[in-house]
């Protein structure tokens, strides 16, 4: 599994990305901080019956990033990029945390290039006390005075699972570009309204998945997400938290494969 870097065809900017199996395109993109390399079990599970194409965010392992300072509007519009670049519209899209933001916003951007969309561990409208906390911790990120423990603690619980998956997660986390970092973090903190009021109006199949025990991209978060999508379907893994795509793979895995045999009107197979 391994990255290959592409130039894309609008911004001209870099993307590494993992590119695996054949059948329609799944596209991956992980949460803040993190690589293409996190979302290993989906690749291995997914890449049997689709092609799945994990990338690295602006910033993060081999890509190149954006000008700081870049909303969450522009991640979007590069993800459009990615996906326009590698005509793979219309596309199975999946994010993670900030991932998530990106996804949900390629789905309501760009309806005819979607085919189904699937936010996991994803944030929505934060009270007043989380706005607060997240935009500090960007803050604290741009001016470099962030420390891994204070994120992994929120991250992962004290089962075994957990522990082996929090030494890896710290290893990504620590090899991230600061300034990459610092903007994408930025983005995430500032955007988790940004889509809000339109993901009602998002008509393919979609899903929001989160772990019981995340306290910040709570369960509630993900039934407000799909709350009056025609298609929309919220699911809760207990005992898990914000990195539940690792934690509780087999089960994620599962769920995305259902999602992805969920069908598409004919709106969003133009």
């Given at each position: 599994?391994?990255?290959?870097?592409?130039?894309?065809?609008?911004?001209?900017?870099?993307?590494?990305?993992?590119?695996?199996?054949?059948?329609?395109?799944?596209?991956?993109?992980?949460?803040?901080?993190?690589?293409?390399?996190?979302?290993?079990?989906?690749?291995?599970?997914?890449?049997?019956?689709?092609?799945?194409?994990?990338?690295?965010?602006?910033?993060?392992?081999?890509?190149?990033?954006?000008?700081?300072?870049?909303?969450?509007?522009?991640?979007?519009?590069?993800?459009?990029?990615?996906?326009?670049?590698?005509?793979?519209?219309?596309?199975?899209?999946?994010?993670h945390s900030m991932g998530a933001l990106i996804a949900g916003g390629f789905a309501v951007d760009y309806p005819n290039l979607t085919a189904r969309v699937c936010?996991?561990?994803?944030?929505?409208?934060?009270?007043?006390?989380?706005?607060?906390?997240?935009?500090?911790?960007?803050?604290?990120?741009?001016?470099?005075?962030?420390?891994?423990?204070?994120?992994?603690?929120?991250?992962?619980?004290?089962?075994?699972?957990?522990?082996?998956?929090?030494?890896?997660?710290?290893?990504?986390?620590?090899?991230v570009d600061l300034d990459g970092y610092a903007t994408a973090y930025t983005a995430f903190a500032h955007g988790d309204a940004t889509y809000a009021a339109q993901?009602?109006?998002?008509?393919?199949?979609?899903?929001?998945?989160?772990?019981?025990?995340?306290?910040?991209?709570?369960?509630?978060?993900?039934?407000?997400?799909?709350?009056?999508?025609?298609?929309?379907?919220?699911?809760?893994?207990?005992?898990?938290?914000?990195?539940?795509?690792?934690?509780?793979?087999?089960?994620?895995?599962?769920?995305?494969?259902?999602?992805?045999?969920?069908?598409?009107?004919?709106?969003?197979?133009?």
């Amino acid at each position: 599994m391994t990255s290959t870097t592409l130039r894309l065809s609008s911004s001209g900017l870099t993307v590494a990305l993992r590119d695996q199996g054949a059948g329609a395109p799944l596209l991956l993109i992980h949460g803040v901080g993190m690589q293409s390399a996190a979302w290993a079990p989906q690749i291995q599970a997914l890449s049997k019956t689709h092609r799945v194409i994990a990338v690295d965010m602006p910033g993060h392992g081999g890509s190149a990033p954006l000008p700081a300072g870049s909303d969450l509007r522009a991640f979007v519009a590069w993800c459009g990029d990615v996906v326009q670049t590698l005509d793979l519209g219309p596309v199975n899209i999946a994010g993670h945390s900030m991932g998530a933001l990106i996804a949900g916003g390629f789905a309501v951007d760009y309806p005819n290039l979607t085919a189904r969309v699937c936010l996991i561990n994803g944030v929505f409208c934060r009270d007043e006390a989380a706005r607060t906390a997240v935009r500090g911790r960007a803050s604290q990120i741009k001016r470099r005075e962030f420390d891994l423990q204070t994120p992994l603690a929120r991250w992962f619980g004290d089962s075994a699972i957990d522990q082996r998956t929090r030494d890896q997660v710290a290893q990504w986390l620590g090899a991230v570009d600061l300034d990459g970092y610092a903007t994408a973090y930025t983005a995430f903190a500032h955007g988790d309204a940004t889509y809000a009021a339109q993901y009602p109006h998002i008509q393919c199949p979609f899903a929001a998945l989160t772990g019981s025990d995340d306290p910040n991209s709570t369960p509630e978060m993900s039934r407000a997400m799909v709350a009056g999508a025609p298609d929309g379907h919220a699911i809760v893994i207990d005992g898990h938290r914000h990195m539940v795509s690792l934690t509780a793979a087999e089960t994620v895995n599962a769920h995305l494969d259902a999602w992805l045999k969920m069908p598409v009107t004919k709106k969003e197979q133009l």
